[in-house]
C-alpha cells in the first residue's frame, strides 16, 4: 500500500482503534453489572438488544447527517454522543433508563463507522478497497481484544470508572479526525435491496446473514453472563472474551479462502455443524478454564465466519451491477437478527438455567445446516467468483468496501440472466442471478454490441433455429 494511501486512512483507522477500545468491553460491562445488579436473563437480552436496534436504526437514517454537515462534524457529533451516553450509565443505573442510553449508544455508534468507513472508500480506488478492509478488521478486531483485556483493570476501580475509561476513549477518539484529514469525501445515499427481493434472490445469503447476528450478538451480549455465572471472575471473564475475538480475527480469513476452493454452501453446512459440535462440548464435557478457552477460541473463529462466507456466497450469484446493492441489503438482516437475538435467547436462559445459550447456540446450528443443506440439493451453488475478504463493515454505505475490482470483475465474467418474473410478483425485468445454469433452464450465450466502426458480424446462437425466432422469444443471456 502506498504511504499516501495509508497517510489518507490514519485518521479514520486511528480514531476506530481508540474508540473501538472502549466499545469491545462496554457490552461486557454492561452484562456483568445487570446480573450482579441481580436483574433477570430476559431484562439483560432487551438492554443488549437495545443496542442492535439502534445500530439498525443508524445504519438506515446516519447518511443523512453525514451527507448535511460533512464527516469530521459529524463524527465528532456521534463520538460526543457515545461518550455521553456511556457516562450517564455510569450515573444512573435503572434498567430502562440504560435500554433507553444504549438504543441512543447504538445510533451513534453506527454513525461514527458510517463516517470511518465512507471516509475508507473515498480514500482509495475499487482496486485497494481489499487492502483497506484488512486495515479496518485489524484496527477493529485489535480494538476489541484490548478492550477486553482491560475490563478486569477499569472494573478494580470500582464504581464508574469502566463507563469513565469508555466514555474518555470516545472523546479522544475525536482528536485524529479533527487534526490529521487535508480533505472531505464525499458520500452517496445507499439504497439496499428489499428484503424480500433479497430472498427471491439469495436464500442461502439471507439465512446465512440473519443467523451470523442471531449468534454473534448471543455471543457478545449474553456469553459473559454465563461466564460470570460460572464463577470466573471479571479480569478472568475479560480474558475469555478477548479469546473469542482473538479466534474470530485469526480463523476467520483461513476459513474464507477455504471456501474460495470449495463450495461455499458446503462450507456453510460444515460452520454450522462445527459450531453445534463445540456447543455440545462446553455443555457434555468436563472442562478447565483453559480446555473451555480453547473451545471458545474455536468459537469465534466459526461464528465470526457466518457472514463474510454467507455474503461470499451471495455474490457468487449477484450480477455486478447488483453487489453494492446485495451487500448493504445482507448487512441490515445481519442487524435485524442482531436485534432478535438478545430477547429471543435469553428466555431459553430462564428455563434452562445458564447452559440455554449453548443450547441455544447448538439448536441454531442444526437449523443452519439443515437449511443450507435444504437449499444445496435444491440449487447447488456457483463457483465463487472473486477471493473472500474477512470481516464485516457496520453500515449499510460501508458495505462497499467488500466490493473489491476482482469482485466485480468476476462478476462480470460469470454473469447471465434468468428470468424470475415468477419468483418476483409484480417484477417487470427481475435481478439477474450468477451461477452455472440449470440443465433444464434455455439460455443463449451473450454477444457484446459491435463497434460502430466495424462490419457487423452475424454470430451462431445456441438453441435458436433463426434470427427471426430468437428475436420473437423472452431471451436470456450467459457470459464466461
Known amino acids: 500500500m502506498s504511504r499516501q494511501l495509508l497517510a489518507l486512512a490514519l485518521a479514520p483507522l486511528l480514531g476506530l482503534f481508540i474508540l473501538g477500545i472502549g466499545n469491545g468491553f462496554l457490552a461486557t460491562v454492561i452484562t456483568l453489572r445487570l446480573d450482579a445488579a441481580g436483574e433477570s436473563a430476559a431484562v439483560i437480552g432487551w438492554v443488549s438488544a437495545a443496542y442492535f436496534i439502534g445500530l439498525a436504526l443508524g445504519a438506515l437514517l446516519n447518511d443523512r447527517m453525514l451527507l448535511r454537515i460533512g464527516h469530521i462534524r459529524s463524527y465528532g457529533s456521534f463520538a460526543s454522543l457515545v461518550a455521553v451516553t456511556v457516562i450517564l450509565q455510569g450515573l444512573v443505573e435503572d434498567p430502562w433508563a440504560w435500554f433507553f442510553l444504549r438504543l441512543i449508544g447504538g445510533w451513534a455508534t453506527v454513525g ?15 482496486r485497494v478497497r481489499g487492502r483497506l478492509l484488512a486495515l479496518y478488521m485489524i484496527s477493529l478486531y485489535a480494538a476489541g481484544v484490548l478492550g477486553q483485556l482491560l475490563l478486569g483493570v477499569t472494573e478494580a476501580m470500582g464504581g464508574a470508572s469502566s463507563f469513565m475509561v469508555i466514555g474518555m476513549l470516545a472523546s479522544l477518539s475525536v482528536l485524529p479526525m479533527a487534526m490529521i484529514p487535508q480533505f472531505t469525501p464525499m458520500i452517496e445515499k445507499a439504497e439496499p435491496l428489499s428484503p424480500f427481493r433479497l430472498v427471491m434472490l439469495t436464500p442461502t445469503g439471507v439465512m446465512g446473514s440473519f443467523g451470523s447476528g442471531l449468534i454473534v450478538a448471543g455471543v457478545y451480549a449474553l456469553l459473559p453472563l454465563y461466564l460470570q455465572r460460572a464463577g470466573f471472575s471479571v479480569d478472568r471473564v475479560g480474558q475469555m472474551m478477548a479469546v473469542v475475538i482473538l479466534g474470530a480475527m485469526v480463523l476467520q480469513y483461513p476459513v474464507g479462502r477455504w471456501s474460495d476452493r470449495h463450495d461455499r454452501q458446503l462450507v456453510l453446512i460444515l460452520i454450522s455443524a462445527f459450531c453445534t459440535l463445540i456447543s455440545a462440548a462446553v455443555l457434555w464435557l468436563p472442562l478447565n478454564s483453559w480446555s473451555l478457552a480453547g473451545l471458545l477460541f474455536l468459537l469465534g ?3 465470526f465466519s457466518f457472514y463474510p462466507v454467507a455474503l461470499g456466497h451471495a455474490a457468487d450469484r449477484a450480477p455486478a451491477g ?12 445481519n442487524a435485524i437478527g442482531s436485534a432478535l437475538s438478545p430477547p429471543l435467547i435469553s428466555p431459553v436462559l430462564g428455563k434452562l438455567g445458564d447452559a440455554g445459550l449453548f443450547w441455544s447456540f447448538g439448536a441454531l446450528g442444526i437449523c443452519l445446516v439443515l437449511f443450507f ?22 453500515t449499510a454505505s460501508g458495505a462497499e468496501l467488500v466490493i473489491t475490482e476482482d469482485l466485480v470483475k468476476g462478476a462480470t465474467e460469470h454473469e447471465y440472466k434468468e428470468d424470475l418474473t415468477d419468483l418476483v410478483p409484480d417484477v417487470e425485468v427481475a435481478e439477474p442471478l450468477v451461477g452455472p445454469p440449470l440443465p433444464d433452464e434455455t439460455c443463449v450465450a451473450h454477444f457484446p454490441e459491435p463497434d460502430d466502426s466495424e462490419e457487423p458480424v452475424q454470430h451462431a446462437l445456441p438453441g435458436v433455429e433463426s434470427v427471426e425466432a430468437y428475436l420473437a422469444g423472452p431471451v436470456m443471456a450467459e457470459t464466461g
Open 301 to 303: 473463529g466459526g461464528v
Open 112 to 126: 461514527v463507522y458510517l463516517v470511518i468507513e465512507s471516509w475508507l472508500l473515498a480514500s482509495g480506488e475499487a
Open 373 to 394: 443443506a435444504w437449499r444445496r440439493s435444491v440449487r447447488p451453488a456457483p463457483m465463487p467468483v472473486a477471493p473472500f475478504h474477512a470481516g464485516t463493515p457496520m
Open 322 to 333: 447488483a453487489l453494492v446493492r446485495m451487500s448493504q441489503g445482507l448487512l441490515l438482516i
